[in-house]
């Protein structure tokens, strides 16, 4: 490509052109007036913006006030953005269900659903149970599959940048899986497929308990916990998509699993089997000794893990989500043993979005990648580079 400038009249009219779009998708209507002095551009400049928006199918004239047209005199006119030009869809692939969010070009959801599926079920018998969910959003919203903009992804495991697993051992069949690839297929738009961890720390930076945040570690707590990290509002993906791996810190020298430490008995707990994990929190809540004494296990593996990573990134804020965060005692021995070993300790809260984390991170993911086509101007927080 060639240098671009101040002066190239291409680059001028894509930055005037992104402003404007910036302005309407930020208020529910606005005259040429508004736009003029919100903007800071001239008035011809701003109607020659907005005609193209319009023909481009992204802006459409909005209809007078109530009281208005009572009025003497014709009405300013009034514009609005187009949410409904196109739609995105957020998906979560898990264990033990698979989920879809949809909205429109604003971000904000008008369909969701989700369904169950066994954490033994085979990729082919997943994927399934996602065009399933998929398809029953999009119906009951009345929105054609070919509307759709761009489509994002959140599944456990180490995702290369085109989709591909290269590592999942939560899910049967997932390692090596051309993920991105498989699903494409039933989309004519742009699917991103992100690790489920990240996915869900750039959920809570948007719509959870980091918005007042740039620099936080989310924690997606488990029997093999997960984390994913923003650094100055960007999401960290590391060189290989591998950053944040914290679940395998046991190798280091801890010849304990997971698994063993929270066990009651002889035999390791299975690592997706919540129902047990469930069932050991609620004995030592009761006073059982053995169950007490996992949980203290449990509980002080995971603050190492999680301490590890705030030592190396010093995060502001530590959010803490996953099956683990619903769980009594989890959160303060955290901030407890942070306070010893960190030389700053950071904020550490609960995961405001739940189970959603991830399908919200997923659908935001999606709508960073239609608004760096849209404006071209600012950088994303969770683009590729």
């Not at 913006?49 to 481009?56: A, K, P, Q, R």
């Not at 909005?62 to 739609?87: C, I, T, V």
């Not at 990290?229 to 801890?254: F, N, V």
């Amino acid at each position: 490509m060639g240098r671009l400038t101040g002066g190239d009249p291409s680059l001028l009219r894509r930055i005037n052109s992104a402003v404007v779009l910036h302005a309407l998708r930020g208020a529910d209507a606005l005259t040429l007036t508004d736009l003029t002095r919100v903007t800071g551009l001239s008035r011809p400049t701003v109607e020659g913006v907005v005609e193209g928006l319009i023909v481009g199918g992204l802006v459409v004239e909005a209809a007078p006030e109530e009281g208005e047209a009572r009025r003497q005199g014709r009405p300013a006119r009034r514009f609005r953005f187009r949410a409904e030009a196109g739609h995105l869809l957020g998906i979560e692939i898990g264990p033990h269900r698979v989920a879809a969010l949809l909205s429109g070009l604003d971000g904000r959801i008008i369909g969701a659903g989700a369904r169950e599926v066994s954490e033994t079920a085979p990729a082919d018998e997943r994927l399934e149970r996602v065009r399933t969910v998929v398809a029953d959003v999009l119906r009951r919203a009345g929105v054609p599959r070919a509307n759709l903009r761009a489509v994002g992804v959140g599944t456990p495991g180490i995702v290369e940048a085109d989709g591909t697993v290269r590592l999942g051992t939560a899910l049967p069949g997932w390692t090596g899986l051309a993920l991105g690839e498989r699903l494409r297929r039933s989309f004519r738009c742009p699917v991103l497929v992100e690790n489920d961890a990240n996915a869900a720390a750039v959920a809570e930076h948007w719509k959870g308990a980091a918005t007042d945040s740039d620099d936080i570690v989310f924690v997606l707590a488990g029997l093999s916990p997960g984390a994913g990290s923003l650094i100055g509002g960007r999401l960290h993906r590391g060189y290989g998509g591998a950053a944040g791996e914290i679940g395998a810190l046991h190798l280091l020298g801890r010849g304990v699993t997971p698994e063993h430490l929270l066990s009651t008995t002889d035999e390791p707990l299975h690592p997706l089997d919540e129902q047990a994990v469930a069932e050991v929190f609620a004995l030592a809540r009761r006073g059982d000794a053995r169950a007490e004494a996992a949980v203290e296990r449990f509980t002080q593996r995971l603050v190492h893990d999680v301490a590890a990573l705030v030592l190396a990134l010093d995060p502001e804020l530590v959010v803490i989500g996953g099956w683990a965060a619903g769980l009594d005692g989890v959160l303060q021995p955290l901030r407890d043993e942070l306070a010893r070993f960190c030389l700053r300790p950071p904020r550490v809260v609960q995961s405001m979005l739940g189970e959603a984390a991830v399908g919200t991170g997923a659908l935001r993911l999606a709508l960073d990648h239609v608004e760096e086509q849209l404006f071209a101007v600012d950088a994303t927080v969770t683009a590729r580079r």
